[in-house]
């Protein structure tokens, strides 16, 4: 079975604002009382999709989340806005919008109290202080090529990886930069389970090495071509996906300074299987090999 977040979900193929609302409203509830990303990934296909079935399914989950939380203020500040439904990822979860019910949870927006500065007892935002005795940091995380750039790995002529990636990723079907022989690296494809999505291209990895190993070459490498042409087919095809339309991690928005670009393919799953073995089928197409 293959779906395009290599989870054990379907889309249903008809159109939300194609059936009754009752109808509609039906499967919502149902897929409300379903665990996981059955929210998102058994759902009417075009849910996915900008338009109004995103917008009537996001309405849906934001009318859920106000049924849960006591305080009509705190609810709004909970629920979703200023972006489409699965731009983001939800919680999926169990208990977590009930915890705002209790007395000892108070929850601050920093988007309308930013934080000014961290006290010798606690957090001061532009409104009000606060006394805390742990402060957890959650935030900020560099995600996709921020660990790769830490790392300083040096390519030909010297070049970082870091440089390489200043104006966004670079790399054909994000396994490989060009300049960077050897050097592998795990992306994912733009939904979907990141395990299942990358245990079929660490495979795929293998058998490169193998191939090359096997026919004496002492290394791979990506060309320039193959890299212009994936970088740019990242940016055209990112463009029309849900993950580019929002402020999120997924385009780097959450690293102030950091290039603005989608950090993953904008393929499913199973498209990013069948063009990695198209490339291995035509000898590594698109990779140096000496």
């Not at 909970?78 to 731009?87: A, Y």
């Not at 402060?135 to 790769?148: E, M, N, Y």
């Not at 660490?202 to 791979?220: G, H, L, P």
């Amino acid at each position: 079975m293959e779906t395009p977040g290599s989870f054990m979900h379907e889309f249903d193929m008809r159109s939300a604002m194609s059936v009754s609302p009752e109808e509609r409203l039906e499967k919502y509830e149902s897929l409300w009382m379903e665990s996981g990303f059955k929210k998102w990934l058994s759902n009417f296909y075009d849910v996915m999709l900008p338009g109004e079935a995103n917008e009537d399914y996001a309405e849906f989950f934001r009318n859920k989340i106000r049924e849960r939380v006591n305080d009509p203020l705190v609810a709004e500040m909970l629920v979703p806005k200023g972006h489409m439904f699965g731009s983001k990822r939800l919680p999926c979860e169990s208990g977590y919008y009930e915890v705002y019910n209790q007395d000892n949870v108070l929850l601050v927006d920093v988007r309308e109290a930013p934080i000014e500065r961290i006290t010798p007892t606690g957090i001061k935002t532009k409104d009000a202080e606060y006394d805390l005795d742990v402060i957890v940091f959650a935030t900020g995380f560099d995600a996709v090529t921020g660990s790769l750039s830490r790392l300083d790995i040096r390519g030909e002529g010297g070049q970082t990886l870091k440089d390489k990636f200043a104006n966004g990723p670079r790399t054909f079907m994000g396994v490989q930069s060009a300049g960077f022989p050897n050097l592998f690296t795990i992306n994912q494809a733009s939904v979907g389970n990141f395990v299942r999505a990358a245990e079929p291209l660490v495979d795929w990895i293998t058998e490169a090495m193998e191939f090359v190993r096997n026919n004496n070459f002492q290394r791979i490498s990506a060309t320039p071509e193959a890299e212009e042409a994936w970088t740019q087919h990242v940016a055209e095809a990112g463009a029309k996906i849900l993950r580019s339309q929002a402020d999120s991690w997924y385009v780097g928005a959450n690293i102030p300074g950091k290039a603005r670009g989608l950090l993953t393919a904008p393929d499913t799953a199973p498209v990013m299987r069948a063009k990695r073995n198209e490339v291995a089928a035509k000898g590594y197409e698109g990779f140096l090999l000496q």
